[in-house]
């Protein structure tokens, strides 16, 4: 999803990331508005259709380790994996 919003204009990666039915395009709406209401608190712009996405990436975060017993007194590992969503957004054209 990350790659499918990248160097699209604001509005687009919105209305894709809107009416897409994954999983991860609801977080990924949630960190392109929030990256476009701290552009318009740093830079003062309003003006949606000035701004587009210049990259989007999605890496591994942390990964939390906990064990659950397994057969035979044994004990299996739960990874519960997370990642880190980086948007960056811009109002010039490259």
Do not use: Y
């Amino acid at each position: 999803m990350a790659r499918l919003i990248a160097r699209m204009p604001l509005p687009a990666a919105l209305d894709t990331l809107r009416v897409n039915n994954r999983r991860a395009a609801k977080f990924l709406e949630k960190v392109v508005k929030s990256a476009w209401a701290n552009a318009i608190e740093s830079g003062g712009r309003l003006n949606e259709e000035e701004f587009f996405v210049k990259s989007a990436s999605v890496d591994s975060g942390p990964t939390i380790k906990r064990w659950r017993p397994g057969d035979r007194g044994r004990m299996r590992p739960i990874r519960k994996r997370s990642c880190h969503i980086t948007v960056v957004l811009s109002d010039q054209g490259d």
